[in-house]
């Protein structure tokens, strides 16, 4: 890590003594932009444990006042805060990731003879090929909220999101009730999780799968990669109020002038901030633990030096990169910055996180700013930190990010807010850059940017391909922007095209050719229907855009308008395969819809696998639904894959069905 004299998560100083004094206190300012971030490791625990406190203080701060200032136009307190018979399929699609190489979890995962299901509390191990002979090998209970797994050779990583008591910080949590099984519900994971559970099972028997190690870690969970055996995990954890901290004055009597508010509420922040300086570094840092199948568990301590600060002002909590060796069913090291992560990168070489400025409340002249964090990853055994960087703007996900001969390029939404006439004094412009970052000495520094493009619309889809970039904006109408990044000093627009609706994913088929997946209204007035769009972009500067693919007759929906892992691509035969809803005339529709996309012909329907009889005769809950989530290609064949269950069909004879697994409910609350 690099250094830096007196290390603190922010630059607080200044802000920590703004608020003393009565009437005459001077208004408190927030943190502005660091143009020159940087983590600086901890030195020592004290340090470390200043580095929190200070943070969590921050935070608390912005709360009180932003109470402080609503107080002028109410009086009244707010609310407290394995292979088949066969050899397998020649050709078959697996997650749908970034890059080539650099695998990403999910809930689904497939290595053409076996899927992998996470749902409703269990992992379901199938046997998948032949497609006719689709049948459930074994289900296996996984503690809490299964989020994402990977499944690679006889290995399987599950992450799942649990609650784990804190003492001294039990109003920071929601009450977390548990089943008579000690397994956590769905409010102990999914909306009350603070820790991450994962189970690393043994697969290589996928009728009898084997707990082989379950590894507890503080944070949420946020993103995982495997490059070969190594998996990183991404967790972020809130660094939350521990209990005492209040949020509004008591005993002021009525009438009260301004003098006497301002003093309590300088009181009560002195008197919060001594209840978080109270805390111990054992209370801010949870403890992780491993448990073995003998029933053995073993504390994994942490060394202060592990942590490193950010000098950016971002929302308090710990990210943390975790190291997994799958071969040896063990975690290996951990990373951890003081600062709450958003978007997670990933090459071969290097992981980034992306972490949004954090500004305490809008205000005018405001404009967002998002701070870069790399780590190496070419130490199978460590993530070091390589160096920090910051752009201007809001990174949405992870396409917006992407890397070429070692340097970043990053396009982001640039929002400024403009003092205007209305109530709550200001308005939000947009507008979209791409800029060119290269580490540099410890820092990752802009060599380039482009000029920005897109006045008041937003990023949707965005992608780069080698020395080319290509984004789409959207408001009313949607133009896709290409680039020549060949350049980094001098990347610039070289091309655009106008479409009507917007597309959310664009997904390369070839070196000249995009497929995207978007929304457009039918006739311009009519329902909003679902569409798949193919763009040839082998002219830079003359992009064109082919017939829209449009389906639906409703309220059209996919779940890869959202979510790039639900684009199901099969290159070898030329398929698309995307979940599908619709709602028209009283009558819902959930399948999986297939394309045949030839850049020479166009987007022809396939046809549409459909478990409408399975959704049917099933009972909903608001955290589940049976409807189609997933699509797997194999040879000529398809799956759809649901909460419910796994459905195989031959492409040729849709919407006709080969076999069906439906998944048993568990009974545990």
Not at 63 to 76: F, I
Not at 162 to 176: E, L
Not at 248 to 256: H, N, Q, R, T, Y
């Amino acid at each position: 890590m690099a250094s830096r004299t007196a290390p603190v998560a922010f630059a607080l100083l200044s802000l920590l003594a703004a608020c003393k004094g009565g009437s005459s206190r001077p208004a408190l300012q927030q943190p502005g932009i660091e143009r020159d971030p940087i983590l600086t490791q901890a030195a020592s625990c004290d340090e470390l444990e200043t580095a929190i406190e200070d943070a969590v203080v921050a935070a608390m701060r912005a709360d009180v006042e932003a109470n402080r200032r609503g107080r002028a136009t109410s009086a009244v307190p707010p609310p407290a805060a394995a292979p088949g018979a066969s050899a397998g399929p020649t050709a078959y699609t697996t997650t749908n990731s970034q890059v080539a190489g650099v695998d990403e979890a999910d809930f689904v995962q497939n290595d053409g003879t076996r899927i992998a299901v996470l749902a409703d509390g269990e992992l379901h191990l199938l046997r998948s090929w032949p497609a006719d002979a689709l049948s459930e090998a074994a289900a296996l209970e996984i503690e809490g909220w299964p989020r994402q797994m990977f499944l690679a050779a006889d290995q399987a990583a599950v992450f799942s999101s649990i609650w784990q008591p804190r003492n001294g910080f039990d109003g920071a949590y929601p009450p977390c009730p548990m089943s008579p099984l000690g397994v956590a519900t769905i409010w102990c994971g999914y909306y009350g999780n603070n820790a991450t559970k994962i189970t690393l099972v043994d697969v290589s028997a996928l009728d009898a799968p084997r707990i082989a190690a379950e590894i507890f870690l503080p944070g949420s969970y946020l993103s995982a990669r495997r490059i070969g055996n190594r998996v990183r995990v991404v967790l972020t954890d809130a660094l939350p109020f521990p209990d005492g901290v209040r949020y509004w004055p008591e005993g002021l009597a009525p009438g009260a002038g301004q003098a006497a508010w301002d003093l309590a509420f300088d009181r009560l922040e002195a008197a919060n901030e001594a209840v978080i300086r109270s805390r111990t570094l054992d209370d801010w840092l949870r403890r992780a633990e491993v448990a073995r199948p003998d029933g053995s568990t073993a504390e994994l301590p942490y060394a202060c030096e592990d942590f490193a600060v950010s000098s950016a002002p971002s929302r308090p909590g710990i990210l943390t990169v975790a190291t997994l060796d799958l071969a040896n069913q063990a975690l290996v090291s951990r990373t951890s910055v003081i600062a709450q992560a958003d978007v997670v990168y990933a090459s071969h070489d290097t992981l980034y996180t992306a972490v949004h400025h954090w500004w305490w409340w809008p205000e005018p002249g405001q404009a967002d700013a998002t701070y870069l964090h790399a780590f190496d990853l070419r130490d199978p055994d460590r993530a070091p930190y390589l160096g920090s960087g910051v752009v201007d703007g809001w990174v949405d996900d992870q396409y917006q990010m992407d890397e070429l001969d070692g340097r970043l390029r990053v396009a982001s939404t640039l929002r400024t807010r403009t003092a205007d006439g209305t109530p709550w004094g200001w308005s939000l412009h947009t507008s979209n850059q791409i800029a060119v970052l290269a580490p540099d000495g410890g820092r990752l520094q802009t060599v380039g940017k482009t000029a920005p493009f897109g006045d008041g619309e937003m990023l949707f889809g965005t992608r780069f391909l080698g020395a080319r970039g290509f984004a789409i904006t959207a408001r009313f109408v949607d133009p896709l922007f290409t680039f020549d990044l060949s350049d980094p000093a001098s990347p610039a627009k070289v091309g655009e095209v106008e479409m009507p609706g917007f597309i959310a994913y664009l997904h390369p088929i070839d070196d000249t050719h995009l497929l995207g997946i978007g929304r457009e209204r039918a006739g311009g007035t009519g329902p909003m229907q679902v569409k798949v769009q193919l763009l040839d972009v082998a002219d830079l500067a003359n992009p064109v855009a082919g017939a829209p693919a449009l389906v639906g007759e409703g309220f059209s929906w996919s779940e890869a308008l959202w979510d790039p892992k639900a684009f199901t691509w099969l290159g070898a035969r030329g398929i698309l395969a995307i979940p599908f809803e619709d709602y028209a005339a009283g009558r819902f529709v959930s399948d999986l819809r297939l394309f045949h996309v030839d850049p020479a012909t166009g987007i022809d329907p396939l046809g549409n696998l459909s478990m409408a009889d399975v959704y049917a005769s099933t009972q909903w809950d608001f955290y589940w639904s049976p409807v189609v989530r997933r699509g797997i290609l194999a040879d000529e064949f398809a799956y759809a894959v649901s909460d419910a269950g796994v459905r195989s069909a031959k492409v040729a004879e849709l919407p006709a069905w080969l076999a069906t697994v439906r998944f048993a409910r568990p009974t545990s609350p």
